[in-house]
């Protein structure tokens, strides 16, 4: 059978998408199509793999129960028991299929959410806990009961097209397909969007800038659906790397254990925790340590602080971030776990936190002069579904303070992308060349007039700690100089042109006896 391709794939979701779409919030629709496309995926690979076993063993069952034992992900037998009786009901293999054919059922939204358990349950260490966020049940989100068995009904019959065998394309297809659905879907969700999804070509940025190593561990502590922290796995080149993430929102979450599984990234750890009041990335008594971190956290959140909790990690010693804004807070965190002396930070931030007073002057003050900070790069307005203000990229190197490596290096390099991008109607986009362009000017520190600029600890305590972009690098470009004498020049000609064609023009109107 002919591998299915990226496009075959989308083709199929987005019909799938259609069930939903309209009658429920994308943010919710995206947790249902994409859970029906993994429980599809595992369900044909295991579909093959049992044609296989049957060929090789012939009818020894045992033998080929033990294979199965062993696949990547097990799919057991679920079971539908009588609540008041504890009598089994109905018995069936938690698969994509035992529930297609149950589709017509009006309990159909319960057995799917039985089956979704079940294999939770028989893959613990992989599964445990990936699906109790998402209720195919739940009639708040999908409706009451006749409308609810519409819709799953539809959904099941659109992942049970003809073709549409998952078993037959690979890992890296499906995953890209499923990063492109979230970034689909972010789309539809409008501003709820940065809940879950960063722009590919931002991570792309932030993954190069971060410039991950073999046997790195890599976090994202405000993670999302994932998507940033794979795209900087993969800026690693080989599998030689650990991830780590931490995400609020429970079924984000469950989103971005998804991104992982489909991706072959079954080790990544993605905890569920507020990152700031509780984080559970620990060792001992002290947060655990990474050596790359990457994070586009959500810009200035309010209220992100607990008035009763406590800091016993330092992170925000000695000046705390504003309680309205917490930019610094992820910031403060993100060099908390990174590595002291060779530990490396890439964060997305809105521009406030370059000069914003108070607190955070007090925190910028301190970062630089500890000589953390290692560039600034601004990016272009409206690359985000979330909001149309321009964003900036904050790279810190825990090498660049004492003792590190790169301790005499003390300038600061400032980037301004601001104007280099593909415009579109709702969002604007990094181009190959654009990404291309910031990463090289990055990596070689180089000035370019009106671009890129290297800033010395002197000239930014002249600026009194102020990062605005424009302070570095001068954008302005003078009009050319007009030659006066040519402009009347041509005026003269212009009129001479004109005084001959009303010349022309009075005859022709005189031919045809009208008067002027």
């Known amino acids: 059978m002919t591998a299915l391709r990226h496009d075959d794939i989308l083709a199929a979701v987005w019909r799938a998408c259609d069930t939903f779409r309209g009658a429920v919030d994308a943010t919710q629709y995206k947790d249902y199509v994409l859970t029906a496309l993994f429980l599809k995926y595992i369900s044909d690979v295991r579909r093959k793999h049992l044609v296989e076993y049957q060929a090789r063993f012939g009818g020894d069952e045992l033998q080929i129960q033990r294979r199965l034992d062993r696949e990547r992900f097990k799919l057991p037998v679920a079971q539908l028991t009588n609540a008041k009786t504890g009598k089994v009901e109905d018995s069936f293999l938690a698969d994509f299929y035992s529930l297609h054919e149950r589709r017509k059922r009006d309990n159909i939204g319960e057995l799917i959410n039985i089956a979704l358990d079940a294999i939770e349950k028989a893959n613990e260490g992989k599964l445990g806990g990936l699906f109790r966020a998402i209720d195919f049940n739940s009639e708040v989100n999908l409706g009451q009961a006749k409308d609810r068995n519409r819709r799953l009904k539809t959904l099941l019959e659109d992942f049970a097209k003809p073709g549409l065998d998952l078993s037959e394309t690979s890992e890296d297809v499906l995953g890209e397909a499923y990063i492109y659905l979230i970034e689909r879907f972010a789309s539809d969700a409008g501003k709820k969007a940065g809940e879950f999804f960063t722009p590919r070509t931002v991570s792309e940025v932030v993954a190069k800038l971060a410039a991950p190593k073999p046997g790195h561990r890599i976090c994202d502590p405000a993670c999302g659906s994932g998507s940033l922290l794979l795209r900087a796995g993969e800026e690693v080149g080989n599998q030689d790397f650990k991830l780590y993430g931490q995400e609020s929102n429970g079924q984000t979450r469950a989103l971005a254990r998804l991104n992982m599984l489909l991706h072959k990234q079954d080790g990544a750890r993605i905890d569920w925790c507020d990152t700031l009041n509780s984080p559970t990335l620990v060792e001992s008594d002290h947060l655990m340590r990474f050596d790359t971190v990457v994070a586009n956290p959500p810009f200035s959140l309010d209220k992100w602080w607990d008035p009763d909790g406590s800091d016993p990690y330092g992170r925000f010693t000695p000046h705390m971030p504003p309680k309205s804004r917490g930019d610094y807070a992820f910031i403060l965190h993100m060099l908390t776990i990174a590595k ?56 810190f190197d825990r090498s660049r303070e004492a003792n590190g490596l790169r301790a005499h290096e003390r300038d600061v390099l400032f980037i301004d992308a601001s104007r280099d991008f593909e415009p579109g109607k709702k969002q604007n986009y990094l181009r190959d060349d654009d990404v291309r362009c910031i990463v090289e000017t990055y990596r070689e520190r180089r000035q370019t007039p009106r671009y890129a600029h290297r800033a010395s600890p002197e000239e930014i305590e002249g600026n009194g700690f102020n990062l605005n972009i424009p302070r570095y690098v001068d954008t302005f470009e003078p009009e050319p100089e007009i030659d006066l004498q040519s402009v009347q020049d041509e005026i003269r000609e ?11 023009m009075h005859g022709y109107l005189t031919e045809l006896g009208i008067k002027v």
């Open 340 to 395: 002291p002396d060779i530990g490396r930070v890439a964060v997305v931030a809105p521009h406030g936190v370059l000069f914003r007073a108070g607190a955070e002057g007090k925190i910028r003050e301190a970062l630089i002069r500890r000589n953390s900070l290692d560039a600034v790069i601004g990016l272009p307005a409206q690359l985000f579904p979330t909001t149309g203000i321009p964003v900036c990229i904050l790279v």
């Open 494 to 504: 212009l009129e001479r042109r004109l005084a001959e064609n009303r010349v022309v």
